[in-house]
């Protein structure tokens, strides 16, 4: 019985999986806060997370029993679900470089240690 020669073929590299950022907003109704908190996320992630996020805001005013969940004690609040591990933001979210801190994007600036120059 004959077998047929193996013929290898080059497969194709397999694209790495998108991940994508289950981020949660938590607003209490139509204020300026809770409005710009959301504008702002939106302009975030269209930004730094083009095509890969998902969005849900959550109004405290209509569901206030899911504050408990994500344990929310100030609104507006960002939870990050994933990407592990779950962070959070209190704000409305105008300060961009804190935004990318606080979701891990971009590492913490150093502070400077006390110099230990003799007086």
Known sequence: MKTKPKTTSAKAPRAKPVEVWKLRLY?????S????AFANLKRFCADHLEGRYRIEVIDLVETPQLAKNDQILAIPTLVRELPAPVRRIIGDLSNTERVLVGLDLVPAPRTSARSSKPL
């Open 27 to 31: 607003v209490a109704g139509q204020t």
């Open 33 to 36: 806060k809770s409005l710009a």
